[in-house]
Nanobody, 124 residues
Framework: HVQLVESGGGMVQAGGTLRLACAGSGTSYSRYCMGWFRQTPGKEREGVASIDSDGITFYADSVKGRFTISEDNAKRTLYLQMNSLKPEDTAMYYC???????????????????WGQGTQVTVS
């Protein structure tokens, strides 16, 4: 399993930027998918962005053109650059990792086995 720790959340005004980071440790998957999800109270966890071991990325329509997912394999760190933030981006953001499975869409939470504890993003 992979242990994941998120950082970089905070409070920002609309139009601002934040960069989330997710540090990974432990046994990694040979072919993997890593993603960012977000959740607000009373709502289902929403897939925001993902990247797999081939470097292929996927984004939710709501964040396309504003968010960018990337990874630094040497540091075993996943990033989410968030620009032009909107109040509706307010949520707890989670990092996730799992073995790449072509039968499950990359932004489907069922792809992922390992989850971080989350970092809060608040946009006012």
């Amino acid at each position: 399993h992979v242990q994941l720790v998120e950082s970089g959340g905070g409070m920002v005004q609309a139009g601002g930027t934040l960069r989330l980071a997710c540090a990974g440790s432990g046994t990694s998957y040979s072919r993997y998918c890593m993603g960012w999800f977000r959740q607000t109270p009373g709502k289902e966890r929403e897939g925001v962005a993902s990247i797999d071991s081939d470097g292929i990325t996927f984004y939710a329509d709501s964040v396309k053109g504003r968010f960018t997912i990337s990874e630094d394999n040497a540091k075993r760190t996943l990033y989410l650059q968030m620009n032009s933030l909107k109040p509706e981006d307010t949520a707890m953001y989670y990092c996730a990792a799992g073995p790449r499975m072509t039968t499950i869409p990359p932004l489907d939470y069922r792809m992922y086995r390992d989850w971080g504890q989350g970092t809060q993003v608040t946009v006012s």
